[in-house]
């Protein structure tokens, strides 16, 4: 194995808020997913929130506060690995220009930056992981969140990754990169239009009539899976990690028990 | 300047929504104008590269803009051009209206012009007695219809073409009742027959400008029905509005940029007219004006050299952030209330009209980045309209619940000693709450979350807390 050869690192996991509070089997999924990639992974306590609902709402002061705490908190893991595109994006795309006109802490973000990772991108282009031991028995649409794919390029390693499942036919949908609606607090501030989004979102996953939709960020997940449950569908919704590390046993993101 | 309905653009928005014929009206024309982009783009390999030439020039060129502003004044001078520098919209009218007046107008056609709707020049001309007649084929729907555009290069994208077919037989009642009026084409043509006698009637012809060359003094234009260039050669006046970041330093830097334009903005690889016009009618010249006026406007703009919004004026108006944003095809253009849609109208209308009136364009954006994907000139609108944002917050324009939320959920996320123990707790609760079901339909403060979708309950613990267990030995 690629991941072997290349000796054991110590991965320090930023579980993202969303993870922590509303599924934490994504985050067991990535420890699983990260073990079996030769990583030893461990969680800082000293974590909450990227910050992003503070640096989006224009309160800069707050996400640069918490951008230095995060920063702290990992200072001795040789990788930082988020299971969300969009959180890492702010970690490794935003995390410096926040902190660089700080003398102090501008060349700790740049440092820290470089060893941010999303949990697939990770395990596919840093860790060389070609295939997974899971299966799963059906038809997965997977949806490309924006930040991932707009500022980390991630697109074919989670399809790569999937590819590998067995049993598992992945079906592309109409337009798998145009958002969901979600947005982050844009749900909550403009909930009609967000709504009108993610309907035209889950009638395209519809269209493909596939028995799971994947992603690999949570907000959007609970979004498309919120509007999904709303409309009475069946089809179920998971994070894309839960499925490479056979992580099933909960139900399915806001399924009935 | 009026600031138009963008304070009310939450309503706006909702409006849209619920406007079934707005809706089917906007379900193909964008979404099939990003494939062409897409097209287009996929058959040009050095097209991202472009994009970084086309940056260069316009950063290039704004750096200087004073130097290229004066020598494009010196050359269209020496051409045979008057030049008039507007610095707010009311001079600019005040310089179109005078110049109607001396020339006598009672007939004015216009050719597309985003800049004349900004500064609200055919109310002004209208309310001196003259006529005033949109000559683009949306501009001209649109008008008669008493609207405004809802989208920088297809003004009517909003309509359908029932709707178009119902206002012609509407209105042109001197034409066969029995023609066929389905195909764009044959719209065209029904718009042609009305619009000739216009073009030969008039006194004065208003064009935009896409471009204004230094090197040259000359003003293009881009269209594809040719209606710019009968507006800009039949009548004895010609003028050219444009905004000061409308300069481009030369000849070659415009076919850079024309390579972008089209291509990103409708996926053709050039537009079907475009058109370099350099002073009036020479002698020997078979057309032309006999007066050449080069109206060009500042507006505000000129504020935003130096600042972190400076690279808002590299656009070159080709809508491609439109035509990809999901909250512009959600809800079409009217709704951003004011003459600017979308991406580019969310980063630019709050430095025309004020964050106060247009606060809720750059908030009402999911930052996907699409737009900033696809802009030709690489302008970072998610970032822009973040930076509006910063400005509304330190400004203390944030809205007040909203703020209070911010405040009490940062002083959580700072302190993960506090944080922790209180998620624990919160999730323990709602967790116990949403077991059943798995997820929530209604929840007390999440309305804006509920009223469209369910939220999936929490699983059980905070990871947190879970991974604490499982370090202990704990078996999950």
Redesign the interface.
């Known amino acids: 194995m690629p991941a072997a050869a290349k000796g054991r690192v110590r991965v320090g996991l930023f579980?993202t808020?969303l993870?922590?509070?509303?599924?934490?089997?994504v985050?067991?999924a990535a420890v699983k997913l990260l073990s079996d990639a030769g990583c030893d992974v461990d969680?800082p306590?000293?974590?909450?929130?990227c910050?992003q609902?503070?640096?989006?709402?224009?309160?800069?002061e707050?996400a640069r506060?918490?951008a230095r705490?995060t920063i702290a908190a990992f200072e001795a893991h040789d990788y930082v690995v988020v299971p969300s595109g969009s959180c890492a994006g702010m970690l490794k795309a935003h995390y410096p220009t926040l902190l660089a006109d700080d003398p102090q802490w501008a060349p700790r973000a740049a440092a820290f930056a470089a060893k941010v990772f999303e949990l697939i991108s990770f395990l596919v282009d840093v860790r060389g992981v070609s295939e997974v031991g899971a299966e799963y028995q059906g038809r997965a649409t997977y949806h490309d969140s924006?930040?991932g794919l707009?500022?980390l390029g991630i697109q074919e390693q989670p399809r790569r990754l999937l590819g590998s499942v067995k049993g598992l036919e992945l079906v592309e949908m109409t337009d798998a990169d145009?958002?969901c609606?979600?947005?982050?607090?844009?749900?909550?501030?403009?909930?009609?239009?967000?709504?009108?989004?993610?309907?035209?979102k889950t009638e395209q996953v519809a269209a493909t009539e596939p028995d799971i939709l994947l992603a690999g960020d949570l907000g959007c997940l609970?979004?498309m899976?919120?509007?999904l449950?709303?409309q009475g569908s069946k089809i179920a919704v998971r994070h894309v990690a839960e499925v490479l590390a056979g992580e099933m046993r909960?139900?399915a993101?806001?399924?009935?028990? | 300047m009026s600031v138009g309905t963008s304070p009310a653009f939450k309503d706006n928005a909702r409006a849209a929504l619920g406007d079934a014929q707005l809706q089917r009206a906007l379900s193909s024309v964008a979404p099939g104008l990003a494939a062409r982009r897409s097209t287009a783009r996929a058959a040009l390999p050095e097209f991202e590269a472009l994009r970084d030439v086309g940056r260069d020039i316009k950063d290039h060129t704004l750096a200087y803009l004073d130097l290229y502003l004066e020598a494009f004044a010196n050359k269209a001078r020496a051409a045979g051009s008057h030049v008039h520098f507007a610095a707010t919209a009311e001079d600019a009218r005040e310089i179109i209206r005078a110049i109607c007046r001396d020339a006598g107008a009672r007939v004015v056609t216009k050719g597309k012009s985003m800049v004349s709707e900004e500064i609200g020049l055919n109310a002004c001309l209208e309310a001196d007695g003259l006529e005033v007649v949109e000559t683009d084929l949306g501009e001209y729907l649109i008008q008669i219809r008493g609207e405004t555009p809802s989208h920088i290069i297809a003004p009517a994208i909003h309509l359908t073409q029932d709707q178009v077919e119902a206002d012609f037989r509407r209105l042109h009642t001197d034409l066969p009742k029995d023609r066929v009026l389905i195909e764009p084409t044959q719209l065209v043509s029904e718009a042609r027959e009305i619009l000739r006698g216009k073009f030969l009637a008039a006194d004065v012809g208003i064009t935009g400008a896409n471009f204004l060359i230094a090197e040259t003094g000359t003003s293009v234009i881009v269209t594809n029905e040719g209606n710019g260039d009968l507006t800009q050669s039949l009548p004895k006046v010609h003028i050219a509005l444009a905004s000061i970041e409308k300069l481009v330093p030369t000849l070659e830097d415009v076919s850079t940029l024309i390579r972008l334009l089209a291509r990103s903005a409708t996926g053709q690889e050039i537009s079907t007219y475009t058109t370099f016009s350099t002073g009036p009618r020479r002698p020997g010249d078979p057309d032309g004006p006999e007066a050449c006026h080069i109206v060009i406007l500042d507006n505000g703009r000129s504020e935003l050299l130096g600042t972190a919004l400076q690279e808002v004026l590299r656009c070159i108006r080709c809508g491609a952030c439109m035509n990809h944003c999901p909250v512009y095809t959600a809800i079409g253009g009217h709704a951003y209330g004011w003459v600017y849609p979308g991406p580019i109208g969310a980063v630019l209308t709050p430095a025309l009209i004020g964050m106060r009136s247009a606060g809720h364009l750059p908030n009402a954006s999911t930052f996907c980045g699409r737009c900033e994907q696809v802009c030709p000139m690489k302008i970072p609108l998610p970032g822009l309209m973040r930076h509006w944002r910063e400005e509304e917050f330190s400004a203390g324009d944030t809205p007040v619940l909203y703020r209070l939320g911010l405040k009490a959920w940062a002083a959580l996320a700072k302190r993960p000693r506090l944080y922790h123990p209180l998620a624990r707790l919160g999730i323990a609760v709602l967790a116990g709450l949403g077991r059943r079901r798995g997820a929530f339909r209604r929840l007390p403060l999440a309305e804006g979350w509920t009223r469209h979708r369910d939220l999936p309950a929490p699983q059980s613990r905070t990871f947190q807390a879970l991974w604490a267990d499982y370090k202990a030995g704990v078996p999950r």
Not at chain 1, 19 to 25: G, I, T
Not at chain 1, 45 to 49: G, I, L
Not at chain 1, 53 to 60: I, L, T, V
């Open positions: 579980v808020c993870v922590d509070l509303f599924r934490p089997s985050g067991f969680v306590p000293r974590q909450t929130c910050g609902p503070a640096y989006n709402s224009g309160d800069k707050t506060d918490i705490l924006c930040s707009r500022e145009v958002c609606g979600f947005g982050g607090t844009f749900a909550i501030k403009y909930p009609d239009i967000s709504n009108a989004i993610v309907a035209r609970m979004n899976a919120g509007k449950s709303r909960d139900p993101i806001g399924a009935r028990p």
